[in-house]
C-alpha cells in the first residue's frame, strides 16, 4: 500500500494505492469546529446536496446517473467527533480496469463535484420541493431516535449529564432547529459551509493516482483559504459524586449506561493504551472483565457493550436487561473498573487483549473503509496509522492500564426503566 | 478437486466433497491477509418437526431450539469455551441462526491450521449438561427481550404470521420465552446428534488460503472423529395454502411514525417453466424498477410527501415468491392504495432493463471483494441452489424484455397482506 498526499492550494488530497480491492473509495470531507447552533443545518445541507443538484433536479435522476457509472454509490454523512464536526459525502465506485469505457475515471470522478457544487438553486435559495422532502425526513428520524431503546438512553444520558455540553448534541439539531431552517437560511449556510469548512479528500483503490489528482483538480473548484484551528477535543465536566437518574420507557428491559470521565489522558494513553484499556475491560468480547462477569458468571444479560468516546474525554459502558438486575448491574461494572485502577489484570488478560487486538489490526487493514477512516484521523488529528498502532500495543503493560484506570471518574448512571413488572 | 470457474468474473471456487460427505468450498484472495471460514448446518428455527432412519415418526422439538444448540456448542468438554480457545490466537468467532440453518463462523489472520481444525472439533464435539442448559435460557432470555423491543422486529414476525397458515417463518428465531423455558437437554441432544452430521453441514473459506491445505485439513480432522451413522433426516414438508391468513391487520408498538409491510405472496408452481436463477434474478429487477429509487412511484410519493422511508424486497420462501415493501409513513391508507396499484400495473422499459442490466454486473463483479461478504454470498447460493452459480453474469446478460414480461404476468398480485405498525396511543 502506498500513501501519498497532495497539498493543493485550499485542500489536500490523500491517497492509498493497493492492488487489494475491485471497488475505489473516495471521501470527500469538509469539517470544522462543531457549533450547537449549526449542527442541524449542516446535517440538513449534505441530506440535501445529497438528494439533487441543478443538473439532476430529481432524486431518481441521480440514481439514474449512478446506474449508468456502473452501479456507483454517492451519499453523505454527517457527524460529531467530540468538538469537531464532519461532513463526508462518500462515493464508491468500480476500478476501471473492469470497464470498456477509456473515459470511466474521469466521467465517474467529475460525478461527485458536479452534485456538490452545483446544487438545485433558484436565486438565493434551495429549491423548494426538494426541501420539504428532506425537512420531513429529517424531522422523522429525530422522531425515531425515541424507538431504539439504546440510541434513545444515550440521548437522554448525556442531555441529563449536562445539556450545555456539545457532546449532549444531536448531530440532527432539534425538531424545532429543524422547522425553523427556511430554503433561504439553508442556502445562506451552504456558502457559509463552503467557503469556511477545511476540506481534504481521501481516496483508495488500484488507480493512477497522479491522474486521480489532475481529475478532481479540474472539477473541484474550493479556492477559499482557510487556516483556522480545529480543536477536536471536549473537556466535560467532572462531577464529585455521581448523578443516577432513573427515567420510564414503555420498553420491555431495563436499558442501562454508565458514563465515566477521562481525565487528563495523554495523547499517547487516548490514541493506543486506551483502545487496549476497553478491551480488557469490555470490549473484547466473551473474555473481557465486564462481560465474563455480567453474563458469564451471573447471566444478567445478552451482550454489554462500551463506548470509548475519546474526543469528548468520556468512557460509556451499556447494557440492557431485566430491571431487577440493574442494582447488581451496577455493582459488578464498578467492580470492574476499579480491578483496573488497582492493576489486578491477569498476565492471560493481557495476552488475550493483546493478540485480539493485533488481529483487529490485520482485519481493518483488508477493509477500505476502516483503512480511510484510519488514514483520516491520522491526518488530521494525528491518531496513528495501522502500522504504527500495531508496535504501541507491543509495549503496553499492565502498569498503563493501571493509570488509565485511575483517570476514569463515574460521571452518571443512568437508567431508561422498564415498564415490565418485576418478577 | 474441481475448479468452478466463475464465467466473465476472473474468479474461480475450490470445490470437494470430503470423504465425510461434507462440501467444502474455497475463494482464494491472496492480496487479503485474513481468512474467513463458515462451517454451516442446515437446520434452522423453521425446522421443528422431522422424521429420521426412513421411518415415518415425526419428532416434534420447540421452537427455538436451532438458536439454542448455537449458544451452547460453544461450551468445550474440559470446562473452558470456544470463545477460550480463539482468544490465544487472537481470531474472532461468532455463531448466528437463521430460519434455514445454523453459522460458526471464523476470522483468522495467524494459524490458519489450528484455527480450522478447532471449528471443526467444537461444533462437531458436543458437551451438554442440564446445569449449562438452564444456565443459557436466562441469557437467550434476555437476548429475546432485547429483540422484542425493536419495533421492526414486532412488525416482521407479526407480517410473516399474516402471510403463512403453517409456515414457521412467523415463529422468532429465538423461540419466545415459554419455548426457551420448556426446552429440555434430551430435546437438545435429538436435534444435535440427527443434525450435527458432515452429510448435513457444508464448509466455506474465502480468503488468504491455499485450497487444497483447506481440503487436506477437513478431510483428516474429519477422519479422525468417531461419527454415528448418518440418521437422513427428512424435515416435516407443510401444505401452505396460496391464500394469505389476513389481508389486513393492525399492531400497535414503540413507533413514533406508522411503519407497514405490504406483500404479494405467489406460488413457485405459477413459474414451472422458468430457471430458478433467472427467476431470481428477474423478479430483483422487477422490484427495484417499480418500488426502488429510480421507479416514478417512489418519486411521486416522496413528491407528495407520503412517506419517509420505502424499501423493497423479495424472498424464495419454500414454495413461494414473496414481494414485500416497506415503508415509514404518517398516510398509511394512502400508501397502501398506490402500493396495491402498482402492483397491479408492474413494468419495466427496454431502456430500464438494459441500464439495469450493466448496473447489476458490476454489482456481480464487485460480490468478490470483500472476504466475509463473499463468504455471505457464496453460503446463499450453496443453501438456495445446492452449488454456487458458475454463470451467473451471463444469465442476468441474458434476460429479456420478454423474460420479464413472462414472469409480471405471472405474478398474483391479487394475493397481498397488509401489516400496518402504529405508534401506541397513550
Known amino acids: ?209 497522479e491522474e486521480v489528482v489532475k481529475i478532481i483538480s479540474r472539477n473541484f473548484h474550493n479556492n477559499c483559504l482557510k487556516n483556522h484551528r480545529v480543536e477536536a477535543f471536549v473537556e466535560n465536566k467532572t462531577r464529585k ?54 453474563r458469564e458468571e451471573n447471566q444478567l444479560c445478552y451482550s454489554v457493550s462500551s463506548i470509548n468516546s475519546k474526543y469528548d474525554n468520556m468512557y460509556y459502558v451499556y447494557v440492557g436487561l431485566d430491571k431487577k438486575n440493574v442494582p447488581l448491574a451496577i455493582k459488578l461494572i464498578k467492580k470492574c473498573v476499579k480491578d483496573m485502577a488497582s492493576g489486578k489484570i491477569s498476565d492471560e488478560e493481557m495476552n488475550m487483549a493483546k493478540r485480539q487486538l493485533l488481529t483487529s489490526l490485520d482485519i481493518v487493514r483488508d477493509n477500505q473503509n476502516s483503512l480511510i477512516n484510519n488514514y483520516t484521523f491520522h491526518t488530521i488529528v494525528g491518531t496513528p496509522l495501522f502500522d504504527e498502532l500495531k508496535e504501541c500495543y507491543k509495549k503496553i503493560t499492565v502498569k498503563d492500564l493501571k493509570n488509565i484506570g485511575k483517570k476514569l471518574r463515574l460521571n452518571f448512571i443512568y437508567e431508561l426503566e422498564s415498564s415490565e413488572e418485576e418478577t | 478437486m474441481k475448479e468452478i470457474e466463475l464465467k466473465g468474473l476472473r474468479e474461480v471456487v475450490y ?52 438458536h439454542f444448540i448455537e449458544h451452547l456448542n460453544f461450551y468445550e468438554p474440559d ?57 443459557e435460557k436466562n441469557i437467550i432470555i434476555e437476548e429475546l427481550s432485547m429483540d422484542e423491543d425493536i419495533p421492526e422486529t414486532q412488525l416482521y414476525f407479526q407480517h410473516y404470521a399474516n402471510l403463512f397458515h403453517k409456515y414457521k417463518y412467523k415463529e422468532p428465531i429465538t423461540g419466545k420465552k415459554e419455548d426457551v423455558q420448556n426446552t429440555t437437554l434430551e430435546d437438545i441432544e435429538l436435534v444435535y446428534d440427527t443434525f450435527y452430521h458432515p452429510k448435513n453441514m457444508f464448509l466455506i473459506v474465502t480468503g488468504n488460503v491455499n485450497p487444497y491445505d483447506v481440503i ?103 414454495d413461494f415468491l414473496v414481494m414485500t415493501i416497506t415503508v415509514e409513513t404518517k398516510y398509511p391508507k394512502e400508501v397502501i392504495k398506490e402500493l396495491k396499484e402498482q402492483f397491479k400495473k408492474l413494468e419495466m422499459s427496454e431502456e430500464n432493463l438494459k441500464r439495469k442490466i450493466n448496473a447489476s454486473t458490476a454489482a456481480i463483479v464487485l460480490k468478490y471483494d470483500d472476504i466475509m461478504s463473499v463468504n455471505n454470498n457464496m453460503q446463499e447460493e450453496v443453501l438456495t441452489f445446492g452449488s454456487i452459480i458458475e454463470n451467473e453474469k451471463e444469465h442476468l446478460e441474458n434476460i429479456t424484455l420478454e423474460n420479464i414480461n413472462k414472469v409480471i404476468k405471472k405474478i398474483d398480485s391479487s394475493n397481498m397482506a397488509v401489516t400496518i405498525l402504529n405508534p401506541k396511543k397513550n
Open chain 1, 241 to 294: 459524586k455521581e448523578l443516577m437518574v432513573r427515567e420510564p420507557s414503555s420498553f420491555l428491559q431495563s436499558n442501562l449506561v454508565l458514563g465515566f470521565n477521562l481525565e487528563k489522558l495523554t495523547k499517547s494513553e487516548m490514541f493506543t493504551t486506551l483502545y487496549f484499556f476497553d478491551e480488557v475491560l469490555c470490549a473484547g468480547g466473551l473474555k473481557s472483565k465486564i462481560y465474563n462477569s455480567l
Open chain 2, 79 to 135: 470446562g473452558t469455551t470456544a470463545t477460550d480457545f480463539y482468544a490465544k490466537y487472537g481470531s474472532e468467532v461468532n455463531a448466528f441462526t437463521t430460519f434455514d440453518y445454523t453459522c460458526y463462523h471464523l476470522y483468522s489472520t495467524v494459524e490458519f491450521k489450528a484455527n480450522l481444525n478447532h471449528l471443526l472439533d467444537f461444533v462437531l464435539t458436543p458437551s451438554f449438561n442440564k446445569k449449562m442448559v438452564n444456565k
Open chain 1, 1 to 209: 500500500m502506498k500513501y501519498q498526499k497532495f497539498e493543493m492550494d485550499t485542500y489536500n488530497i490523500y491517497t492509498i494505492k493497493t492492488n487489494k480491492f475491485k471497488n475505489c473509495h473516495m471521501e470527500i470531507i469538509f469539517y470544522d469546529n462543531a457549533k450547537k447552533e449549526e449542527l442541524g443545518l449542516r446535517n440538513f445541507l449534505v441530506d440535501m446536496l445529497c438528494h439533487s443538484s441543478k443538473k439532476y433536479p430529481k432524486r431518481k435522476e441521480v440514481v439514474i446517473k449512478l446506474e449508468e457509472l456502473y452501479q456507483s454509490y454517492f451519499y453523505g454523512v454527517s457527524s460529531k467527533v467530540g468538538n469537531m464536526v464532519m461532513s463526508n459525502f462518500i462515493y464508491d465506485f468500480l476500478n476501471p480496469e473492469f470497464v470498456t469505457d477509456e473515459k470511466f475515471l474521469q466521467n465517474t470522478l467529475k460525478f461527485p463535484f458536479e452534485i456538490i457544487e452545483n446544487p438545485n438553486v433558484v436565486g438565493n435559495s434551495f429549491d423548494e420541493r426538494t426541501f420539504k422532502i428532506i425537512q420531513k425526513r429529517i424531522l422523522a428520524d429525530i422522531d425515531s431516535l425515541k424507538e431504539n431503546p439504546t440510541n434513545y438512553a444515550f440521548r437522554r444520558a448525556l442531555i441529563n449529564m449536562d445539556k450545555d455540553s456539545i457532546t449532549a448534541s444531536s448531530v440532527l439539531g432539534t425538531k424545532e432547529e429543524v422547522e425553523a431552517i427556511t430554503p433561504e437560511s439553508l442556502y445562506t449556510y451552504y456558502e457559509k459551509f463552503y467557503k469556511n469548512s477545511l476540506c481534504n479528500i481521501y481516496i483508495i483503490g488500484d488507480l493512477d493516482m
Open chain 2, 216 to 318: 487436506k485439513i477437513t478431510e483428516e480432522n474429519l477422519k479422525k472423529k468417531k461419527l454415528s451413522v448418518y440418521k437422513n433426516p427428512k424435515m416435516k414438508k407443510y401444505r401452505e395454502e396460496a391464500s394469505v391468513v389476513n389481508a389486513i391487520s393492525e399492531i400497535s408498538g414503540n413507533v413514533e411514525n406508522t411503519k407497514l409491510k405490504i406483500s404479494v405472496k405467489t406460488p413457485l408452481s405459477n413459474f414451472k417453466n422458468i430457471d430458478p436463477v433467472d427467476l431470481r434474478l428477474i423478479t430483483s429487477l422487477i422490484m427495484i424498477s417499480n418500488f426502488g429509487p429510480t421507479s416514478d412511484l417512489k418519486e411521486y410519493l416522496m413528491e407528495k410527501e407520503l412517506m419517509n422511508y420505502m424499501s423493497a424486497t423479495r424472498s424464495f420462501i419454500e
Open chain 2, 15 to 66: 470445490y470437494d466433497k470430503v470423504s465425510s460427505g461434507m462440501p467444502v468450498y474455497v475463494w482464494k484472495n491472496d492480496k487479503v491477509k485474513g481468512v474467513f471460514s463458515a462451517l454451516c448446518v442446515n437446520y434452522g428455527s423453521i425446522h421443528q418437526e422431522f422424521k429420521m432412519n426412513g421411518k415415518n415418526k415425526y419428532y416434534q422439538v420447540p421452537s427455538g431450539i436451532a
